[in-house]
Structures are given as structure tokens and as C-alpha cells.
């Protein structure tokens, strides 16, 4: 099993930044990426960047050039950097790692990002 903590959100201006972590415990050698999604009231939930554990990066559209995600390897932490943000950024954003052990697919319990206009 693997647990992932996040924590960051909040409420921030548009225009602004906030960086979100994400601590993943337990079988962590399992985890072969980690990554974010977001869900926003009355929508699907949607790939905002992922890394793997050998630091290759993808991106969603909407946020590439703004976002950028990476990983502190001593720490297993991930971080989720979002700059110039905007109202439609609004979101819970989850933490997600896809791992080698079943069932291959663990979140975290999901962190709110307000963005007010």
C-alpha cells in the first residue's frame, strides 16, 4: 500500500503562485510516477502534470508554461509549482502514484486551490 499526504492549497489571487507537496509513505519503492489531477465542480477529473522516477515530465495543456512539477528523491516528495494562476485553476488537485503493486492506482485525499479574481 501507499499513502499520499498533500498539502499546499488554498485561497491566492489571480496572478499568483502556490506550491503544492505531495508525501507518499509506505511501499514506496513500488512507485514507478507521481503526479497531479484536478477536478473542479461539475467536471471530469483531468492530468495536470506527472513525473517518473527517472524525472521525465508531462504536462496538461492548460497548464504548461505555468506549472511545473518535480520530486525531491531523498525525500520522495513531489511538488507541484503553479505560477500565474488563474480562475480556472480552481480545483480539488490530487495527488496520484502509479505504482507496480496492486492496485497499481493510489491517491491522497485531495487538496482545494481557490483562485479569486
Known amino acids: 500500500q501507499v499513502r499520499l499526504v498533500e498539502s499546499g492549497g488554498g485561497l491566492v489571487q489571480a496572478g499568483g503562485s502556490l506550491r503544492l507537496s505531495c508525501a507518499p509513505s509506505?511501499?514506496?519503492?513500488?512507485?514507478?510516477?507521481m503526479g497531479w489531477y484536478r477536478q473542479a465542480p461539475g467536471k471530469q477529473r483531468e492530468l495536470v502534470a506527472t513525473?517518473?522516477?527517472?524525472?521525465?515530465?508531462n504536462y496538461g495543456d492548460s497548464v504548461k508554461g505555468r506549472f511545473t512539477i518535480s520530486r525531491d528523491n531523498a525525500k520522495n516528495t513531489v511538488f507541484l509549482q503553479m505560477n500565474s494562476l488563474k480562475p480556472e485553476d480552481t480545483a480539488v488537485y490530487y495527488c496520484?502514484?502509479?505504482?507496480?503493486?496492486?492496485?497499481?492506482?493510489?491517491w491522497g485525499q485531495g487538496t482545494q486551490v481557490t483562485v479569486s479574481s
Open positions: 513525473i517518473t522516477s527517472r524525472g521525465s515530465t
Open positions: 496520484h502514484a502509479d505504482t507496480s503493486l496492486y492496485p497499481y492506482n493510489f
Open positions: 509506505g511501499s514506496i519503492f513500488s512507485i514507478n510516477a
